[in-house]
Nanobody
Framework: VQLQASGGGLVQAGGSLRLSCAASGLTFSSYLMGWLRQPPGKEREFVAAIVRSGSTTTYADSVKGRFTISRDNAKNTVYLQMNSLKPEDTAVYYC????????????????WGQGTLVTVSS
């Protein structure tokens, strides 16, 4: 399984970025997918998750109303649209393949991409 995340960068507070994660080596449409992030010096934390069909999503309270997760099963890709970015959103963002347990826990994801760095300046 390979997950290739892209789209990170440096943005000013209030700006937007769209992250992408292209998956290979698995039947993408069979898996719930998630985005998690790891701020500098902190633990990896849940950001958003989306079910196999894309019909249901869930978000961390800290990003609700600002971030949108989506997926394109034909392209084996999951996206994270991030709007109204804040300096506290600065982190390495990872996409993950959910395998078991609660979607809100990092240990529930069995495969990870290499991450993409998002830096939000104030």
């Amino acid at each position: 399984v390979q997950l290739q995340a892209s789209g990170g960068g440096l943005v000013q507070a209030g700006g937007s970025l769209r992250l992408s994660c292209a998956a290979s080596g698995l039947t993408f449409s069979s898996y719930l997918m998630g985005w998690l992030r790891q701020p500098p010096g902190k633990e990896r934390e849940f950001v958003a998750a989306i079910v196999r069909s894309g019909s249901t999503t869930t978000y961390a309270d800290s990003v609700k109303g600002r971030f949108t997760i989506s997926r394109d099963n034909a392209k084996n890709t999951v996206y994270l649209q991030m709007n109204s970015l804040k300096p506290e959103d600065t982190a390495v963002y990872y996409c993950g393949v959910y395998v078991t347990g609660s979607v809100y826990y990092k240990t529930s994801y069995g495969y990870w991409g290499q991450g993409t760095l998002v830096t939000v300046s104030s």
